[in-house]
């Protein structure tokens, strides 16, 4: 079955750094994949997306390319800030499913140091 | 509403007892799915709901677990004989069917924090 790995934190990261959690993917179809953060105390919510191969999501300085040859979806942000401490989940919605049984990764926690 | 609404933000039971959690879906969002997220854990799917197809019901952990959806609006998600291995934030989302339904994100309400004493 379609299923989410990505890699397990706790990151912590000083100001500034660059950023990348890995994630992959298996799937029986073309899913679409996407980005949710999770900021302290908040609810979960889409921070980018992509529908394609080759096509990248961006929201707030995090980028992600969907990479179907390496079935990878990494998050990635040049320099990172403390608001951005958070849990960065993956996960893909798969047509084959007809999408609605989105399946998600466990959740990496980023820790931004000022 | 503009987004998901879900109550009691927080739940303290004893254990043995029933429980039910609400969720009121974004307005014209027909796909509707429960969440349970333990301490430190991903997201566990448990149910959802699209329109009036029935639901799947895949990931409820055990009979004790039922969740309803009345009128394609609001659902309820209902634990009986609560167990302290229940105790978790329960997630709700819902997302657009428009176009492809895959492409559509989930969006989430702020959750329910259940504590079984």
């Known amino acids: 079955g379609d299923s989410v790995t990505q890699m397990e934190g706790p990151v912590t990261l000083s100001e500034e750094a660059f950023l990348t959690i890995n994630c992959t993917y298996t799937a029986t179809g073309y899913p679409s994949l996407f980005w949710y953060v999770q900021y302290p105390g908040e609810g979960l919510q889409l921070l980018l997306k992509a529908t394609k191969a080759d096509d990248k999501g961006s929201n707030k300085g995090f980028e992600a390319t969907y990479r179907k040859e390496t079935t990878s979806f990494h998050l990635e942000k040049g320099s990172v800030q403390v608001s951005d401490s958070a849990v960065y989940f993956c996960a893909l919605s798969d047509p084959n499913t007809g999408g609605f049984k989105t399946i998600f990764g466990a959740g990496t926690r980023l820790f931004v140091k000022a | 509403g503009a987004g998901v609404s879900q109550s009691p933000s927080n739940k303290v039971t004893e254990k043995g007892k029933d429980v039910e959690l609400r969720c009121d879906p974004i307005s014209g969002h027909t796909a509707l799915y429960w969440y349970r997220q333990s301490l430190g854990q991903g997201l566990e799917f448990l149910i959802y709901?699209?329109?009036?197809?029935?639901?799947?019901k895949s990931g409820l952990p055990s009979d004790r677990f039922s969740a309803e959806r009345t009128g394609g609006s609001v659902s309820t998600l209902t634990i009986q004989r609560t167990q302290q291995e229940d105790s978790a934030v329960y997630l709700c989302?819902?997302?657009?069917?428009?176009?492809?339904?895959?492409?559509?994100?989930?969006?989430f309400g702020d959750g329910t924090r259940l504590s079984i004493l």
């Open positions: 709901f699209q329109g009036n197809s029935a639901p799947d």
């Open positions: 989302a819902s997302s657009s069917l428009a176009g492809d339904s895959f492409n559509q994100p989930q969006h």
